[in-house]
Structures are given as structure tokens and as C-alpha cells.
């Protein structure tokens, strides 16, 4: 049987990077293993998911989400088991699945409200990550949350200004003048470190605006991209 799996490849690195990191701002447990699958296969649920709101193939896409979504369900449960309270930030993503649903019911996924939602919604896995062994919020937590947001907000910006908002002149000052705010406004918090973490993505948003890159050179560009930015926030937060 052919795996149904997302199509948004850039959305891997939004799984990955946030969990982990707010993971490293605070201690790995063992139980961030099954938190992290489960958390993957919730996310390989969702994307069915949101295609029964289109109210096409219902059948098809109702069956692949309980595929995924029984494994992760059960999965979920460890880490429930052992910190009660982190079901809150659970309850705290609906209202940004509902916006996603919203945005799938209209066939406007490409919204850019709809990507900031998602964004927004992988960060708060990674403060649930950071939640996981003592049940706080940390100072780091906190630093490695708004990072996160703020980085993929960014990558958003920068793909649809190569992509579909490539001949948008306004749209490509819209993400030059962010990619310069966010390192500046990191300086002002004291967090220079942080701050560097953003310059490859201001070099790369000004370097390559306007150069014929086809979409795969486009993403591994951003992979690249995003290692280093990981790797940059993790001495951040160390």
C-alpha cells in the first residue's frame, strides 16, 4: 500500500526544528521519543484531514486520517501519562486548525494567514516539548519558541516572494524589510547570538530575490538554511 503523505515538504523542517529545540532549551527525556513519533503522525493526520473539508474523496481521506491518527493517539498518551497538564497546549492549537480547516474549505491553502497559523501551531509543539520533563515554561523555552515562529514567518515570506508572489514588488519589500527587522529587533533584546541565526536568511531573502531557481534547488536552499539555523539557536539556548 502507497504511503498518502503530505505534499508540503518544507513543513518537515517546521516539525522537526521547533520540537527539538524546545526540547534542548530545557532537558531530553526518554519520553520526548514517543512524543516526537506520535507528534508525527498527528501531523501525517491532519493533512487528510483538512482535505475532507474540500468534501472531495471523504472516504479516502477519512480512512488515511484514523491511519495515522490511531498510532499517534496512542503514542500521545505516554507523554500525557507522565505530564497531565501538557494537554493544554494541545487545546491551545484547535483555534489554529480551525483557521487551517477554514482555508481548506475555501481552497486558499496557500493563504498566507493559513501558513502563519500553521506556523504558529508547530511553535507551540516545541514550548510542549520544552514543557514535557519539569512541566515550566522556561526563559529558554520562551527564546526558542519566538525563534522558531519567527523563523519559519520569515521562510514563508521568502518562498512566496520566489514563488508565487515572485513579480510582486511590494510583496519582495515586504519580505526584505521583516528579514532586516527581526535580526535588529533580537539585538535589541540582548540576544545577539539569535540574532545571527537570522542573517543567512536576510543574505539569502536579498541574494536570491529575482534569480531563476527551480523548486528543488528553492528547497534545498532552505534545508541548508534551517540546519544552520538550528544549529546557531542551540548554542542560543545552551
Not at 534542548?24 to 483538512?50: C, K, N, S
Not at 519580505?175 to 535580526?183: A, G
Not at 528547497?219 to 548554542?235: R, S
Request: aromatic share 18%; proline share 5%.
Amino acid at each position: 500500500m502507497k504511503l498518502f503523505m503530505p505534499k508540503q515538504h518544507g513543513a518537515w523542517a517546521m516539525l522537526i526544528i521547533p520540537f527539538w529545540l524546545g526540547a534542548a532549551a530545557t532537558e531530553i527525556v526518554w519520553q520526548h521519543i514517543p512524543f516526537f513519533i506520535g507528534w508525527l503522525f498527528l501531523y501525517l493526520a491532519t493533512y487528510p484531514m483538512l482535505l475532507l473539508f474540500k468534501k472531495k474523496k471523504a472516504a479516502f481521506y477519512r480512512k488515511w486520517t484514523f491511519i495515522y491518527l490511531i498510532p499517534s493517539l496512542l503514542l500521545l498518551m505516554i507523554p500525557l501519562f507522565t505530564t497531565p497538564s501538557i494537554v493544554y497546549f494541545g487545546l491551545a492549537m484547535i483555534p489554529f486548525f480551525i483557521v487551517n480547516a477554514y482555508f481548506s474549505s475555501r481552497n486558499q491553502d496557500r493563504a498566507l494567514l493559513n501558513d502563519f497559523s500553521a506556523v504558529i501551531t508547530f511553535g507551540i509543539a516545541g514550548l510542549a516539548s520544552s514543557y514535557l520533563p519539569e512541566a515550566v515554561i522556561t526563559e529558554g523555552a520562551v527564546l526558542a519558541f519566538a525563534a522558531s515562529v519567527l523563523f519559519f514567518i520569515g521562510s514563508t515570506f521568502y518562498v512566496k516572494s520566489m514563488v508565487r508572489e515572485k513579480k510582486n514588488g511590494n510583496f519582495k519589500y515586504i519580505s526584505w524589510t521583516y528579514h532586516v527587522v527581526v535580526p535588529v529587533l533580537w539585538l535589541a533584546a540582548g540576544e545577539w547570538i539569535a540574532a545571527f541565526a537570522f542573517v543567512p536568511s536576510l543574505a539569502r531573502a536579498v541574494y536570491f530575490h529575482g534569480k531563476q531557481l527551480g523548486i528543488m534547488k528553492l528547497g534545498i536552499y532552505e534545508i541548508i538554511n534551517a540546519v544552520g539555523f538550528f544549529i546557531i539557536m542551540i548554542i542560543a539556548i545552551i
